[in-house]
């Protein structure tokens, strides 16, 4: 059965602290991983996505990694504007996004 | 260019009711895919339609409907609603079916 898991559920960051979000996952025939953000009361925004184990993708202060296992989300130097909640969703490849519960994360100015 | 739209973008109805949620992709994608997000879970695949044609069914049930027109807009069809259908219903579009852009959503609540 396919499974992901994020943690941790909640994280509370000073601005500038550096730290890393993980994304377990159980998913037969991977094709791909996708992380996106998600502000309250609105839709997920894209970030990056990772098909392969090793390939790593980066977008200002974020850097995306991927293992055959686990995801790492890294945030350098975070600044409050960076406070939402990250999802990482498996594609098992059976045309939907297998969602995790995600991470929220709070920088602190 | 225009994202991902859905309207109404709040609803309120009550148990028994039957409700229609909407979607316009992004220009030139061709595949609709619909999710239901229920408060602090990630968000959870209804359906996903490509070129007209259902692609991707989630484990919900048969209450549930939709369909995509020649236009690739969409319509989410929810009948005999029931307190725990109450979320945010997200649809996302893709060129195929991959690399999806989220709308806004629709916050439904049942009452």
């Known amino acids: 059965e396919d499974q992901v898991t994020q943690s941790p559920e909640a994280l509370r960051l000073q601005e500038g602290e550096s730290s890393s979000l993980n994304c377990s996952y159980t998913v037969s025939g991977l094709r791909g991983l996708f992380w996106y953000r998600q502000d309250p009361g609105k839709g997920p925004e894209f970030l990056f996505t990772?098909?392969?184990a090793g390939e790593e993708k980066e977008k200002e202060r974020l850097k995306a990694t991927l293992t055959k296992k686990e995801s790492f989300l890294h945030i350098t130097a975070p600044k409050p504007e960076d406070s939402a909640t990250y999802l990482c969703?498996?594609?098992?490849?059976?045309?939907?996004?297998?969602f995790g519960t995600g991470t929220r994360l709070t920088v602190i100015p | 260019d225009a994202g991902v739209t859905q309207s109404p973008t709040h609803l309120i109805k009550t148990r028994g009711q039957h409700v229609t949620l909407r979607c316009s992709p992004i220009s030139g994608h061709k595949s609709v895919s619909w999710y239901q997000q229920v408060l602090g879970q990630g968000p959870q695949f209804i359906f996903q339609y490509y070129e007209k044609e259902e692609r991707g069914r989630g484990n919900f049930p048969d209450r549930f409907s939709a369909r995509q027109f020649p236009n690739y807009s969409s319509e989410l069809n929810v009948n005999a609603l029931l307190l725990g259908d109450s979320a945010l219903y997200l649809c996302a579009s893709s060129l195929d079916v991959y690399e999806q852009y989220f709308g806004p959503g629709t916050r439904l609540t049942v009452t």
């Open positions: 990772l098909y392969s």
């Open positions: 969703a498996p594609d098992p490849g059976a045309n939907n996004l297998f």
